[in-house]
């Protein structure tokens, strides 16, 4: 039985990203863990005996509900509440208005893939992007960066490519896609917001086994049904 012994500092969403796995399968295999924010130096946390196979790479696709996490054969492996764009009645809407954008209105629901082209409010393009994957998967979209690009829990880039990037009316004056924890909060233009935070730290651990089984790249398409 592999057993990780919790240090100072340490949470449970680090300990899964630490060593490839979900928190969900840490919680299933450590049933005293009853609040998994609330951990302690000096307990005792169950790992899975086995990590997953090799081999088995990933892949993702968001319909602009959900986003699924799939093996290359479609198997889903799980699944996040999603959205991209803006609702009706959004802040940011009404400044932009203000700011001079005639063609917006507060009563439309820019989450809509009919609204894929209108930058600033639209949902992200529909296309297949690319997510890079690294060792850690730091998050390069956060509020604790303070660039005020990010919010919430944190994510990460998505590459369009320069080709598709250059035909997509969206990137006229926005060049930059993520995929990222939207705080619990919709407003996600251009982006893919995740509701929890729970579901983008059990990505990242999905990614980072990933990566220690060899793959270098994610595909994440957008197709809105």
Not at 25 to 33: D, E, G, H, S, V
Not at 154 to 169: A, K, S, Y
Request: with cysteine.
């Amino acid at each position: 039985m592999n057993v990780h012994v919790v240090k100072k500092n340490e949470t449970l969403s680090g300990i899964a990203a630490k060593h490839g796995v979900s928190i969900q399968a840490l919680l299933q295999l450590n049933p005293q863990i009853t609040k998994p924010n609330h951990i302690h130096p000096g307990d005792r946390v169950i790992l899975p005996s086995t990590q997953p196979s090799k081999g088995k790479w990933l892949k993702m696709k968001f319909d602009g509900h959900e986003l699924e996490v799939m093996t290359l054969s479609g198997k889903v492996l799980a699944t996040a509440s999603a959205r991209s764009g803006l609702p009706p009645g959004h802040s940011q809407t009404r400044n932009l208005i203000k700011e001079g954008r005639s063609e917006l209105d507060l009563e439309t629901d820019y989450r809509l893939s009919e609204h894929e082209d209108l930058s600033g409010v639209g949902p992200v393009p529909e296309n297949t992007y690319t997510l890079k994957l690294t060792k850690s998967m730091k998050y390069e979209k956060s509020e604790a960066l303070g660039d005020g690009r990010g919010w919430g829990e944190g994510g990460w880039w998505l590459d369009e490519g320069t080709f598709d990037r250059h035909l997509n009316p969206f990137s006229s004056d926005r060049s930059e896609f993520f995929l990222h924890h939207d705080g619990g909060s919709e407003g996600t233009s251009g982006c893919v917001g995740v509701k929890h935070s729970s579901d983008i730290r059990q990505i990242k651990a999905m990614l980072i086994s990933a990566y220690r089984n060899g793959q270098r790249t994610v595909k994440v398409t957008i197709d809105y049904d």
